[in-house]
């Protein structure tokens, strides 16, 4: 029988975070503009998404956080709508400041 490794166990942590099928949806891209514009909210959004799967292993509920979760700190707003306004960068810090302190 496999053991489980635990939530906090260093393989866990660094496994990345599977995103269940068609769960984020992919925007058309009409110019090229959007174009050029679209891989750092993505980079952005699944560097996010991944740092939130180390604190709450359950996938379901790391996206229901991304789209509609409001960060406090963080303007009240939403991951989503912070990387929306290109300041994904600051939602990585938050999770990863939150990290830190889960592992002590």
Do not use: N
Not at 14 to 25: G, T
Not at 58 to 83: C, F, H, M, N
């Amino acid at each position: 029988m496999r053991s489980v490794p635990s939530m906090r166990s260093p393989s866990r942590l660094s496994r990345p975070f599977p995103l269940p099928e068609r769960a984020v949806a992919v925007p058309r891209l009409s110019t090229r503009e959007t174009c050029q514009a679209q891989p750092a909210s993505t980079t952005a959004m699944l560097a996010i998404l991944q740092l939130a799967a180390r604190i709450e292993p359950d996938s379901t509920a790391v996206l229901e956080w991304y789209r509609s979760t409001p960060i406090k700190t963080l303007d009240g707003q939403s991951a989503e709508q912070l990387v929306a306004g290109d300041r994904g960068a600051e939602v990585i810090d938050f999770l990863t400041a939150i990290h830190r302190q889960m592992l002590g």
